[in-house]
Antibody
Framework: EVQLVESGGGLVKPGGSLRLSCAAS????????MNWVRQAPGKGLEWVSS?????????YYADSVKGRFTISRDNAKNSLYLQMNSLRAEDTAVYYC?????????????WGQGTLVTVSS | DIQMTQSPSTLSASVGDRVTVTCRAS??????LAWYQQKPGKAPKFLIY???NLESGVPSRFSGSGSGTEFTLTISSLQPDDFATYYC?????????FGQGTKLEIK
């Protein structure tokens, strides 16, 4: 059974940093591109970042987080990460990790349960 | 960036109704479109990929169609479990973008 479990969320002050983790199991993690998607309270889904299966092919970011967030992965540990720096109030959201279903253009077939990040003084 | 626009934003319907949600892309995305269902406090659930292909395990009352810039999600006979918010997503080009969502409410 595919499982994605996020952790690392919490309350942080504006300008602070946080590192999210996503532990993957039930599939060959190193074969899949992975993503972070966020959802502000009461709002819709916003794609945040994508990383290819081996990290070396591609990494993409939404303009809203470029230069502040860094996506990474450790295939040996079956884990995905999101380092978030210079956090702003508008980064407050539930952050989901999600697996891309196949190589090439592909949707997100499995999602974690999400971890809440609150940026507030 | 490709903008995805869903309509309507809210849809009131009854059990047994046939409903359709529309998603329009600001430029052609071929058939690189997915649909997701989300219930309050839960992660999105993957329903349809490549515009018209049903993910395994998704009930056959769900269907998708379209290509280019205009797409639809149809539920042929609403069931109580279907009342939720639905999102489209394009994966033609990064940044991958979602529609703003359509909330399906009980009439």
């Amino acid at each position: 059974e595919v499982q994605l479990v996020e952790s690392g969320g919490g309350l942080v002050k504006p300008g602070g940093s946080l590192r999210l983790s996503c532990a993957a199991s039930g599939f060959t993690f190193s074969s899949y591109s992975m993503n972070w998607v966020r959802q502000a309270p009461g709002k819709g889904l916003e794609w945040v970042s994508s990383i290819s299966s081996t990290s070396s092919s591609y990494i993409y970011y939404a303009d809203s987080v470029k230069g502040r967030f860094t996506i990474s992965r450790d295939n040996a540990k079956n884990s995905l990460y999101l380092q978030m720096n210079s956090l702003r109030a508008e980064d407050t959201a539930v952050y989901y990790c999600a697996r891309q279903s196949r190589l090439g253009p592909s949707p997100f077939d499995y999602w974690g349960q999400g971890t809440l990040v609150t940026v507030s003084s | 960036d490709i903008q995805m626009t869903q309509s309507p934003s809210t849809l009131s319907a009854s059990v047994g109704d046939r409903v359709t949600v529309t998603c329009r892309a600001s430029q052609s995305i071929s058939s690189w479109l997915a649909w997701y269902q989300q219930k309050p406090g839960k992660a999105p659930k993957f329903l349809i990929y490549d515009a018209s292909n049903l993910e395994s395990g998704v009930p056959s009352r769900f269907s998708g169609s379209g290509s280019g810039t205009e797409f639809t999600l149809t539920i042929s006979s609403l069931q109580p479990d279907d009342f939720a918010t639905y999102y489209c997503q394009q994966y033609n080009t990064y940044p991958y973008t979602f529609g703003q969502g359509t909330k399906l409410e009980i009439k």
